[in-house]
């Protein structure tokens, strides 16, 4: 069970992570972001223009695993890339995937990961061109 003070924290060092990738050169996208529990693989926190580029409330996508939001076709990719993330292989890790939409479509997102040991879990940032 995440605490309200993990959440918290998660929180910044998802703020650190979008510093980070600001270093982006696309000034142009949407940024969604997002923490899961590295116990549950579960969406604990859901913010950003989530709802504006997936038609789902923020409400809505906590509490669902990438299963729920990756097409199966992307969905092995996709989990190996957390896998390598949970074990901290690397400092973050990049990836792109699709992600379903409401309205059945979806959409290509640029991922970037990270472990945090100090609240046992993974914050991601994605970024999807506006254009």
Request: glycine letters at 6%; one cysteine or more; charged letters at 30%.
């Amino acid at each position: 069970m995440t605490t309200a003070l993990q959440l918290t924290i998660a929180k910044l060092e998802l703020k650190q992570l979008e510093m980070v990738d600001r270093l982006s050169e696309k000034h142009n996208d949407y940024v969604i972001r997002f923490i899961e529990s590295s116990i549950t693989d579960k969406f604990v926190a859901v913010n950003g223009d989530w709802e504006l580029v997936t038609g789902f409330s923020e409400q809505h996508c906590t509490g669902l695993g990438w299963e729920n939001i990756v097409p199966k076709y992307d969905l092995n990719k996709v989990l190996d890339h957390v896998d390598k993330i949970k074990k901290g292989d690397d400092e973050f890790d990049s990836f792109t995937s699709e992600l379903t939409k409401k309205d059945g479509k979806s959409v290509k997102v640029t991922w970037k990961g990270k472990y945090f040991p100090e609240i046992n879990g993974l914050v991601f940032i994605g970024r999807v061109n506006r254009s």
